[in-house]
Nanobody
């Protein structure tokens, strides 16, 4: 099994920054990639950014140039640095870890961006 614990969410004004962290534990050697997703009220969950086991990254268009996904292998942690935040970034942010068998999810962390 794989366990994921997110942290770093909060309330921030538009234009501000937050850094989310996802600590991964358990059978980490089975993980193909880690992603950050978000779900706003009344909307479907969407993939925001991902990083593969080889280190390749990808981003949804709305966050390109503002968000950066990175990982600290020594600490089994994946970060999402979010800059120039906008009210439309408000959502619950979830970390996911994909293995050959399934996708594991964290409990989520709330990000609220005010005007």
């Amino acid at each position: 099994q794989v366990q994921l614990v997110e942290s770093g969410g909060g309330l921030v004004q538009a234009g501000g920054s937050l850094r989310l962290s996802c600590v991964v534990s358990g059978r980490t050697f089975t993980i193909d990639g880690v992603g950050w997703h978000r779900q706003a009220p009344g909307k479907q969950r969407e993939l925001v950014a991902s990083i593969s086991s080889g280190g390749s990254t990808s981003y949804t268009d709305s966050v390109k140039g503002r968000f950066t996904i990175s990982r600290d292998n020594a600490k089994n942690t994946v970060h999402l640095q979010m800059n120039s935040l906008k009210p439309e970034d408000t959502a619950v942010y979830y970390c996911s870890a994909k293995t050959i068998a399934t996708t594991h999810w964290g409990q989520g962390t709330q990000v609220t961006v005010s005007l």
